[in-house]
């Protein structure tokens, strides 16, 4: 199969599920007479995306930049933390059933305090999306390096290799597929955690990220304008996510059967 | 990394594995420097027991293992090939050099010759996923003889291969180990490969392992036509024998 067959075979099936479900929306609010502030139409998210554009896409630039560095040091926090607990046994024992909470607490919970810590503005929104996209990252490193091939393990010994060296060059790269899993995981969660962020600690105005904006819109009932941030969100969370993948598919491609 | 041939001496060996299961009990054996040796004897035996307690990988409970020379340049080839799969050929056998911190220039050059000695230049490149079974291995035992070690241990390293691939690796392996000054000791319950590789087969009881016979195998040549001579099937014949009356003795 060529490869535009390959890709229109992927794309395909969704994007027939999403027509469906947009043609179903659009109807069910025309035949059933349901008011614009309740749920709009998709046509009338698409107006709202339209005639607010300048102000969407800037506020969609705000949040991706904030997802972005919360992503960026969940991945990075979370390998070397996911490291450090497959590492030394004690700290496994201590420090992880402790960062379950970071996934049971919810965000929305935490995001005040994070205002408190962090103060208003990008700060404590970044720490909302690293706090609520670090778990899969921690769970899928530490899972990896203690599922590192025993035998492996051993010729690594015979050579007297240090755990620095063992670590990089045996257990990193044997645990990158489970580290990808965690990070595509992680993607979702991040754009989750950035917008809800948003709504506790951003500033509002003309220069207001998504979760603001969807606040101020709630406030004044457009209904419209909540649907279009929400769309370019999981925007946002999609780009992402493929981004991820397309990351994992060329680390893993020429020896991982997940990749292939 | 260059180590001279390396003679090991074994006094009074124990190993026990949970729950009291004697693996060897009280073995006395003396592996001459230089020479090769094949341990024979049935699986389960105690054989790959007693390589992994040369090889550091297992401490014996009691007794003592010597080594002719003072640090050993010890390496081990497994029943598995044991590559890294997301490393080419050339990674892979250049890995103990690297752990070693062996500068790139002299790397390179010792990694080349290894692969040339096994035939897999034109394979150098490829991933262990793209190699057969037979590569695999010879991936694995150029990664062995890469540090040109003075004692090299090799654990039933044919063992999965079908017989015409083992054949021609075992022709390969007495070619590539007889030109280094190394001692080899492989462990294997195939009587042909034992006799068509060493010059000493010492024959293992069944567990827990006692020595049931020493046999001086005395080949000038070693190819392809030695497997079918009547004086490759007496010693053969010997050597059965003494490995059916470790069996015997034990049930």
């Known amino acids: ?93 201590g420090i992880y059933p402790l960062t379950l909470l970071l996934q049971m607490v919810p965000v929305v919970a935490i995001a005040p305090m994070l205002v408190i810590w962090f103060g208003y503005g990008a700060p404590s929104v970044i720490a909302a ?103 370019l969100a999981s925007v946002l969370g999609f780009a992402l996510f493929g981004v991820v993948n397309l990351l994992g598919w060329v680390c893993l491609r020429r020896w991982h059967a997940s990749a292939r | ?48 027991t007693i390589l992994r307690m040369i090889g550091g990988l297992e401490e014996p409970d009691l007794g003592e293992i010597g080594f002719s020379s003072e640090s050993p340049t010890t390496a081990f080839c497994f029943q598995e090939p044991r590559l890294l799969p997301w490393r080419s050929v050339r990674g892979n056998v250049g890995l103990p050099l690297e752990l070693a911190k062996v500068g790139k220039p002299a790397r390179s050059a010792a990694v080349d010759a290894a692969i040339d000695l096994v035939g897999l230049a034109d394979a150098a490149q490829r991933l262990p996923a793209a190699l057969s079974g037979g590569m695999r291995m010879r991936t694995a035992l150029a990664r062995s003889l890469v540090t040109d070690p003075g004692l090299l241990l090799l654990d039933e390293p044919f063992a999965s291969l079908d017989e015409v691939t083992r054949f021609r690796l075992d022709e390969e392996v007495s070619r ?44 000038a040549v070693r190819n392809v036509g030695l497997r079918v001579t009547p004086a490759f099937a007496e010693i053969s014949s010997r050597v059965y024998e003494a490995l059916r009356s470790g069996m015997e003795d034990v049930s």
């Open chain 1, 129 to 231: 999306a690293c706090v609520v996209s670090i778990f899969p990252v921690i769970a899928g490193t530490l899972d990896g390096l203690q599922s590192v091939d025993p035998g492996l393990r051993e010729l690594f010994g015979i050579h007297r290799a240090s755990r620095v060296r063992t670590w990089w060059l045996l257990g990193l790269p044997s645990s990158l597929p489970n580290i990808f899993t965690g990070l595509r995981v992680a993607a979702g969660l991040a754009v989750i955690g950035a917008v809800v962020g948003e709504f506790v600690g951003a500033y509002g105005g003309t220069r207001a990220p998504l979760g603001a904006v969807i606040i101020s819109a709630l406030k004044q009932n457009r209904a419209d304008v909540v649907f279009a941030a929400i769309v």
């Open chain 2, 1 to 48: 990394m260059i180590g001279s041939a390396t003679g090991v001496t074994l006094k009074n060996l124990h190993k026990v594995f949970e729950p009291d299961v004697t693996v060897v009990d009280g073995l006395d054996l003396t592996i001459e420097s230089g020479k090769f040796t094949a341990l024979l004897g049935p699986s389960g035996c105690g054989k790959t």
């Open chain 2, 176 to 219: 590539l180990v007889r030109s280094r000054d190394a001692t080899v000791l492989i462990v294997t319950h195939s009587i042909a490969e034992a006799v068509f590789l060493a010059d000493e087969v010492v024959v293992l009881s069944d567990r827990p392992a006692r020595i049931m016979g020493r046999f001086n195998v005395d080949f």
């Open chain 1, 1 to 93: 199969m060529s490869a535009p067959a390959r890709a229109w075979s992927v794309v395909w099936p969704p994007a027939l599920i999403v027509g469906v479900c947009l043609v179903a929306w659009q109807g069910a609010v025309w035949i059933l007479g349901i008011p614009e502030y309740l749920l709009p139409s998709p046509i009338q998210v698409g107006t709202a995306l339209g005639f607010e554009s300048e102000r969407l896409l800037f506020a969609t630039g705000r949040t991706a930049g904030s997802m972005l560095a919360g992503f960026g040091l969940s991945a990075l926090l979370g390998i070397v933390l996911g490291s450090v607990l497959a590492t030394v046994p004690l700290a496994r024992r």
